[in-house]
Nanobody, 128 residues
């Protein structure tokens, strides 16, 4: 059973940085893809970034491209989201997600429905 636990959220001023971490367990295949999503109050959950568990493929939402970086540590079984130049509109609950999504012409998976495993979420608040 895949389990995901996020950490690292908090309150930061606009222009600041935060690093979110997702500790993963139960990943039984190298074809897993890890993703970060976020959900602001009253809004739908939206895609932020994704990375393959094996390989170098990453993909970002346009709204975070150039500011956020997704990375993984296979030895530690963690996936991090490094967030720089934070804006008030980045305020949301951030979720780590995963599923066995093989690399194909349809990669990257950007829909929440493509991921079957989710963490509990961590709050990020950016003050202006």
């Amino acid at each position: 059973q895949v389990q995901l636990v996020e950490s690292g959220g908090g309150l930061v001023q606009a222009g600041g940085s935060l690093r979110l971490s997702c500790a993963a367990s139960g990943l039984t295949a190298s074809s897993y893809t890890m993703g970060w999503f976020r959900q602001a109050p009253g809004k739908e959950r939206e895609f932020v970034a994704t990375i393959r568990w094996i390989g170098t493929n990453t993909y970002y939402a346009d709204s975070v491209k150039g500011r956020f970086t997704i990375s993984r540590d296979n030895a530690e079984n963690t996936v991090d989201l490094h967030m720089n130049s934070l804006k008030p509109e980045d305020t949301a609950v951030y979720f780590c997600a995963s599923d066995d999504i093989r690399y194909s012409s349809t990669w990257p998976p950007k829909l929440a429905s493509e991921y079957g495993y989710w963490g509990q979420g961590t709050q990020v608040t950016v003050s202006s």
